[in-house]
């Protein structure tokens, strides 16, 4: 079992930056990726991004292409997302969570969810 902790969210003005944590636990060993989602008031909850747990490949759909940027450490066993140029509409709840058998950019084949960090952009 993996656990996920995201930290981070905040209130921020557009243009500005934040840096989103995820803090992993548990079976690491066994996780395949780990990915960030976003999910806005009364929208679905949709792909952000993901990086291979034991691997440095990554993907980032392409309206955050630019202005966001994931990364680990593998020594903390953290998930990071680097949030730049935040726009209005980047507000949302933002999750991390990890894949333990492929990868995807599909939220119902993640196994491991975060909480969940809130991350508000005003105009």
């Known amino acids: 079992q993996v656990q996920l902790v995201e930290s981070g969210g905040g209130l921020v003005q557009a243009g500005g930056s934040v840096r989103l944590s995820c803090a992993a636990s548990?079976?690491?060993?066994?996780?395949?990726?780990m990915g960030w989602f976003r999910q806005a008031a009364g929208k679905d909850r949709e792909f952000v991004a993901a990086i291979n747990w034991s691997g440095d490949s990554t993907y980032n759909v392409d309206f955050v292409k630019g202005r966001f940027t994931i990364s680990r450490d593998n020594a903390k066993n953290t998930v990071y997302l680097q949030m730049n140029s935040l726009k209005p509409e980047d507000t949302a709840v933002y999750y991390c969570?990890?894949?333990?058998?492929?990868?995807?950019?599909?939220?119902?084949?993640?196994?491991?969810w975060g909480q969940g960090t809130q991350v508000t952009v005003s105009s």
């Open positions: 969570a990890a894949a333990m058998t492929r990868w995807s950019t599909r939220s119902k084949e993640y196994d491991y």
């Open positions: 548990g079976s690491i060993s066994s996780v395949y990726a």
